[in-house]
T-cell receptor
């Protein structure tokens, strides 16, 4: 079982719509969750992190965490063509031997069409 | 520095040659990570440094790969006798302490092509 699973997509939404990106993780002890955005040919850039159950909002982005279900999601409201990128879900290992290691999902490719 | 820097940005080499990739983390960050991303693949963890020591090097794919970090700052990833399957983008990241919850910031990467 992979540590972090994401729908690989591609996900295509029209401009102005809500894009919903989902991620599940296997390590129940994980405490820290991250969403990175990666444009083609570029390195990942951090969008949001979330540590507590519930929602965390930052502008058009909302991260949602449900530790009981081992599920984390990212909602992008009012999607723009500039949001078109691959979104990577990442979970930090809480295990002694791999403490601090980021486990990444394979990423979900999002296309926002005008 | 303002961000994580890596050099070279691109490296083309012939099969069997050795290569060195360099990472300069954000000033003051004690934790440094190397990942690689192959075409169409996810990010694969290679090695993690806390200061100059590497408590987790379990991701190194073979003994041809090695890494060191000196002065708690710059790190070098060395690939000996390169193979075509080593072609990938090698990404370095740093975080302030390396503990669970620490945000990792990525450098621009080095694109390695082995002919």
């Amino acid at each position: 079982q992979k540590e972090v699973e994401q729908n690989s997509g591609p996900l295509s939404v029209p401009e102005g719509a809500i894009a919903s990106l989902n991620c599940t993780y296997s390590d129940r002890g994980s405490q820290s969750f991250f969403w990175y955005r990666q444009y083609s040919g570029k390195s990942p850039e951090l969008i949001m992190f979330i540590y507590s159950n519930g929602d965390k909002e930052d502008g058009r982005f909302t991260a949602q965490l449900n530790k009981a279900s081992q599920y984390v999601s990212l909602l992008i409201r009012d999607s723009q063509p500039s949001d078109s990128a691959t979104y990577l879900c990442a979970v930090i290992s809480n295990r002694g031997s791999t403490l601090g290691r980021l486990y990444f999902g394979r990423g979900t490719q999002l296309t926002v069409w005008p | 520095g303002a961000g994580v820097s890596q050099s070279p940005s691109n490296k083309v080499t012939e099969k069997g040659k050795d290569v060195e990739l360099r990472c300069d983390p954000i000033s003051g960050h004690t934790a440094l990570y190397w990942y690689r991303q192959s075409l169409g693949q996810g990010l694969e963890f290679l090695i993690y440094f806390q200061g100059n020591s590497a408590p987790d090097k379990s991701g190194l794919p073979s003994d041809r790969f090695s890494a060191e970090r000196t002065g708690g700052s710059v790190s070098t990833l060395t690939i000996q006798r390169t193979q075509q399957e080593d072609s990938a983008v090698y990404l370095c990241a740093s975080s302030s302490r390396g503990t669970s919850g620490d945000t990792q910031y990525f450098g621009p990467g080095t694109r390695l092509t082995v002919l």
